[in-house]
């Protein structure tokens, strides 16, 4: 019996691959999924990004980014599939389901905490959008990537 | 009123001591702020190492991660970041060094 859990694929394209050979990476990769019996949760394609530092000879790539839920062993097939892929300069796999939900907890545990002492002070537990603190404005454009992530 | 201190009796524990830092402050001659973990300020739980902007402030210009000494970062989110820093190097998101 294989456990299901959530990964993270991110794999970078060489900038020499075309419009067709990104689709065609990304049925191979559903595929894969399908075969497995996992399911592919989200795609993200961020498009044609510098890259820091030069990978081969390329100096940009297309990031993709893939959230599958699955055994391990499917991430082990695709991970060797990305491996002997010529078009992927880079890949990387990131098992995040432990991380979201102890960030999950986290945040719950915390709006208890909040909702606990508010309703101590006699206020309404969740604090109105003018009782913010004025720095809050700044940390929260800054959060944006991050908070569908979190909320998952 | 003693109600209302055992409720807030773990933050109110770390404000003591960051007015003791504060108070410290001028001694000594230069200027030293003690500064505190961006993450436990903003409360960020989860460091994603795809988020370039939220790792960038992390690393000076060499390239190399920024000691908790100087960031301020505390034990637990330093860890993180440190991950969350090393994921994103792979992906050639932050370089590895700058020269």
């Known amino acids: ?152 | 009123m003693s109600g209302e201190r055992s409720g807030g009796r773990g933050r109110g524990g770390k404000k003591d001591d960051k007015d003791k830092n504060k108070g410290e402050r001028p001694r000594g001659g230069f200027f030293r702020r003690r500064r505190v973990c961006k993450f436990c300020a903003d409360k960020i739980d989860y460091i994603n190492y795809k988020d370039v902007r939220l790792l960038t402030p992390f690393i000076p210009e060499r390239g190399k991660i920024q000691p908790r000494r100087i960031s301020g970062t505390c034990a637990k989110h330093q860890r993180a970041l440190q991950t969350a820093i090393s994921r994103a190097r792979q992906l050639a998101l932050i370089p590895y060094v700058t020269e």
């Open chain 1, 1 to 152: 019996m294989t456990q299901t859990r959530q990964y993270e694929l991110v794999y970078i394209v060489s900038p020499d691959a075309s419009e067709q050979t990104i689709a065609e990476l990304h049925t191979q990769v559903e595929q894969i999924v399908h075969r497995f019996n996992g399911t592919l949760d989200k795609t993200e394609n961020w498009g044609r990004r510098k890259l820091a530092y030069e990978i081969g000879k390329a100096r940009e790539g297309t990031y993709v980014v893939e959230t599958i839920s699955g055994a391990g062993e499917l991430m082990k097939e695709i991970d060797r599939r990305l491996r002997v892929t010529d078009a992927v300069i880079r890949h990387l796999i990131v098992r995040v389901d432990d991380d979201l939900r102890v960030a999950d907890r986290r945040r719950s545990e915390r709006k208890a905490t909040q909702a606990r002492r508010r309703t101590a002070r006699g206020l309404p537990p969740e604090p109105l959008p003018s009782e913010r603190r004025g720095d809050r404005d700044v940390m929260d454009s800054d959060d944006m990537s991050l908070e569908p992530e979190v909320q998952r």
